[in-house]
């Protein structure tokens, strides 16, 4: 049963940071291909950063070069690091996952509750 929990989410000024984790269980971590999406009011469900099990990274252009996806395989946990927050970043975040390698931001398994982070 595979589970993912976030946390880390909260109200930040814009340009301050936050790091959001997600713990992970019920399954063999590293075969899996690991992403944060997010979803404001309104709005449809978006891919942020996703990571591959060889390590390769994805990032959606609105958030290049301001977020960083990491992850600590021995915690089983992932990590987002967020920078220079935009009023425009607040949405809820939330973990996912799907066996094998990341197409995108294509065919995720397994979602999180999420974690609000709102900048203002």
């Known amino acids: 049963h595979v589970q993912l929990v976030e946390s880390g989410g909260g109200l930040v000024q814009p340009g301050g940071s936050l790091r959001l984790s997600c713990a992970a269980s019920?399954?063999?971590?590293?075969?899996?291909?690991m992403g944060w999406f997010r979803q404001a009011p309104g709005k449809e469900r978006e891919g942020v950063a996703a990571l591959d099990s060889d390590g390769e990274t994805t990032y959606a252009d609105s958030v290049k070069g301001r977020f960083t996806i990491s992850r600590d395989s021995a915690r089983k946990t992932l990590y987002l690091q967020m920078n220079n927050l935009k009023p425009e970043d607040t949405a809820m975040y939330y973990c996912?996952?799907?066996?094998?390698?990341?197409?995108?931001?294509?065919?995720?398994?397994?979602y999180g509750q999420g974690t609000q982070v709102t900048v203002s």
């Open positions: 019920g399954y063999t971590y590293s075969s899996y291909c």
């Open positions: 996912a996952a799907r066996l094998g390698y990341c197409l995108s931001f294509k065919y995720f398994d397994y």
